[in-house]
């Protein structure tokens, strides 16, 4: 499924990313409910019982033994969903919740074009639910959120910040002296294809309809400041002043004050910046499917030339500076492969066989050049 963004990608960065909420009316263009349904009970299928991201919600959560059996397979214990069980407490209102969803094509591929718009590795939750009960309470995320709505609806309530940029040890239900604010600011009903952009910090508040409903919540994880300051902490033991012992404030605030400046100097150094995005987008990895029959199989006739083409990374903004980095891969761009990967930046998908009429030169040489980056994971193979 394509997602069609409603919005520039640098109009949505200047005007609303980590500012305020942005509604994509319409975003996706879904297929039949069925083949939905049968995606999502397939993903729910695959999903261990038993791990801590599987839960049920209402309001408080559910204990396990109430929906998740334990058996003996053939000398070793199993665990499988009491389906009788996951029915009722769906009928009585409760919302399923699955957390870190991953290896699912279906949701991996909705993931991976917002993880490109918004140039942020992510992280993906499934809210399944048929009654009117709220699965949380009114709350922030201390990660913006797209909040992709694929069946059916939910009503939505939106307020602005009262505690700036939380970071992931800073939630809502761990500081009980920030207040819930008394009014909403957005309030609006995300229908089927909608997709619903929640900065960090924003309190929000999901509340089925007595309908069904089922949404990806993906979560968003651009670098920091506390993130830099992380990485920065690996230099701190080559700061002389900072290796000393502490004897006493009178006797170490002047050599303090020295290693404080000189740490100062290594936040403020470009090259420390340029190098800690650098590896922290080679830390992104974004996951691709397979092609045995092309690459795997020694008999194979090569790449069709109706196959597309896309980038498998999470930020290509890189390549304008002569690199790019994808699945903790650098790659040095060179003359055979920058308008190839430009043309697929500025496309999303391009056909190979219309690009070799538009771009003619060597034929041979580019089809070893995209061969190459499909092996190494940076270019996505889909079949036209």
């Known amino acids: 499924m394509e997602i069609k963004f409603n919005i520039e990608q640098e109009e949505f960065y200047r005007d609303y990313r980590y500012r305020k909420p942005y509604l994509f009316k319409q975003a996706l263009n879904l297929p ?50 009491n389906k009788a069980a996951v029915y009722e407490h769906l009928k009585n209102g409760a919302t399923l919740v699955y957390n870190r969803i991953n290896n699912e094509p ?9 993880a490109q718009f918004a140039r942020a590795q992510t992280i993906v939750s499934g809210y399944l639910a ?122 170490d605030k002047s050599r303090l004050k020295t290693a404080a400046e000189e740490f100062a100097a290594q936040i403020a150094d470009p090259d420390n910046y340029e190098a800690f995005m650098q590896e922290f987008l080679g830390e992104q990895r974004t996951d691709s499917r397979f092609a045995f029959e092309i690459f795997g199989n020694p008999h ?43 043309a697929i930046q500025q496309a999303g998908v391009i056909n190979i066989k219309q690009f070799f009429q538009s771009q003619g030169g060597d034929k041979l040489k580019l089809t070893e050049t995209i061969n190459h980056l499909i092996r190494l994971d940076i270019l996505e193979i889909k079949m036209g």
């Open 300 to 342: 194979s006739d090569g790449l069709p030339e109706d196959a597309l083409l896309s980038l498998n990374t999470v930020d290509a903004s890189t390549l304008e500076k002569g690199y790019l980095i994808a699945n903790g891969i650098k790659l040095n761009i060179d003359d055979s492969s920058i308008l190839l990967l430009k």
């Open 106 to 114: 279906f949701s991996d591929g909705i993931a991976h074009q917002i």
């Open 130 to 251: 048929f009654g009117e009960d709220a699965s949380y309470k009114n709350h922030w995320d201390t990660r913006d959120v797209f909040a992709v709505q694929l069946v059916g609806k939910k009503h939505w309530s939106l307020s602005a910040p009262n505690f700036e940029m939380p970071l992931y040890m800073q939630q809502s239900k761990d500081l009980p002296h920030i207040p819930e604010p008394e009014t909403a600011d957005m309030e609006v009903v995300l229908e089927a294809g909608d997709i619903l952009y929640i900065p960090r910090g924003w309190w929000h508040n999901p509340v089925p309809m007595g309908c069904e409903t089922f949404h990806l919540a993906i979560g968003t994880f651009p670098p920091n400041g506390h993130n830099y300051m992380e990485w920065l902490m690996n230099k701190v033991p080559a700061i002389v002043g900072f290796r000393h012992n502490l004897q006493g404030w009178e006797h």
């Open 32 to 81: 039949d409910k069925q083949t939905l349904w049968r995606e999502i009970n397939e993903i729910y299928q695959r999903a261990n019982p038993i791990d801590d991201s599987f839960k049920f919600r209402k309001g408080r959560l559910i204990p396990k033994e109430q929906y998740v059996e334990a058996f003996d397979n053939v000398g070793k214990t199993r665990y499988r969903f």
